[in-house]
């Protein structure tokens, strides 16, 4: 399926990688190529995850305290939020109808 992100949603990647680049070298890197596993594995299988409010699916990041978020639309998968494990748990709802 294809996959797009909220504008939000795609910030919150950014600027995780941007934080572990600078913490150290190649773990940005690192982070969003796990990050890009985890959307893969949505796409392929978008219903296998917990669905944790109508129409809003969580899952879980390898190796990092972080969670995707997202809907599955007509088309497409609709990423809602890189949420880190340790943030307001419903910050995000806002972002969504």
């Not at 969003?32 to 949505?42: D, E, F, G, P």
């Not at 296998?48 to 969670?67: D, G, L, V």
Request: include cysteine; charge should be positive.
């Amino acid at each position: 399926m294809k996959i797009e992100f909220l504008p939000e949603a795609k910030a919150e990647l950014d600027d995780a990688v941007l934080y572990y680049e600078l913490q150290i070298k190649d773990l940005g890197s690192t982070f969003k190529s796990i990050a890009k596993s985890t959307i893969k594995r949505v796409a392929t299988f978008p219903t296998a995850w917990t669905e944790i409010r109508p129409s809003i699916r969580r899952c879980i990041m390898h190796k990092f305290p972080y969670n995707v978020l997202y809907s599955i639309e007509e088309n497409s998968i609709l990423i809602i939020a890189i949420a880190h494990h340790h943030r307001n748990p419903n910050y995000w709802t806002n972002r969504v109808k």
